[in-house]
């Protein structure tokens, strides 16, 4: 039993050195580690919190690479990079790349625009003329579940307390008592600085940010023809 997993137990009045219900076992703590993985997914996908470097070799004229990521999976990319070349690349889609031209993937060269696709799957435009860039690829990455004790908590600590009260909003709903189900959800809530969506100020929603500077030109549906 880790920390996370025992004040998990004092906040639903279980005694973690001795507890009634969620004895120290793999099935007397899964549905606690069950509700802790869902909160730490759900945490990391709303603030981006855990993000990774990847290093992707380029080979000639391939266009799309599938990525394996340990311990996790891609949620979005951040940033890119070709290092040899020092050059940042610009975001695109299927559809602003068929309106660019059609016949894109023909196209080949440095690249200079990405495109991600599903959740390890990412494309470059155009496809590289030789063997041997680095593509630096920075993501934002879902941990795996959370299964085990001693499985890697890949959160940081500033929100555990917000998983812990996530957990304990699923045990108390998970009981019929909505009224503290409610009230550690808006505990959730505050502890992640999730406001209460105002319809006055529908900008303050939360949503997911890549925290991407302004690319030159964004307003183009595609980079510029080489």
Request: glycine share 8%.
């Amino acid at each position: 039993m880790n920390e996370i997993e025992r004040h998990t137990l004092l906040e639903i009045g279980e005694d973690p050195d001795s507890p009634d219900v969620y004895v120290d076992t793999a099935d007397g703590l899964a549905p606690i580690r069950a509700s802790l993985g869902e909160a730490i997914q759900e945490i990391v996908m709303l603030t981006g919190s855990v993000s990774r470097e990847y290093h992707l070799p380029l080979i000639q004229k391939r266009s799309f690479y599938r990525l394996q990521w340990v311990g996790g999976g891609m949620g979005w990319i951040t940033d890119t990079w070709v290092v040899g070349v020092d050059r940042r690349l610009a975001q695109t889609s299927f559809a602003a790349l068929n309106d660019y031209d059609p016949r894109w993937l023909l196209s080949t060269g440095v690249p200079t625009s990405y495109l991600q696709v599903g959740l390890n799957i990412i494309g470059v435009h155009p496809r590289p003329s030789t063997t041997g860039d680095i593509l630096s690829i920075k993501a934002v990455v879902i941990p795996a579940e959370y299964t085990h004790d001693k499985d890697r908590v890949q959160l940081k600590k500033n929100f555990r307390l917000a998983a812990v009260q996530y957990a304990v909003a699923e045990y108390w709903a998970g009981r019929g008592d909505a009224r503290s189900a409610a009230s550690a959800f808006q505990n959730y809530r505050d502890l992640l600085g999730i406001r209460k969506k105002d319809q006055r100020y529908p900008e303050h929603a939360p949503r997911a940010d890549q925290n991407k500077e302004p690319w030159p030109g964004a307003e183009s549906p595609a980079p510029a023809r080489q």
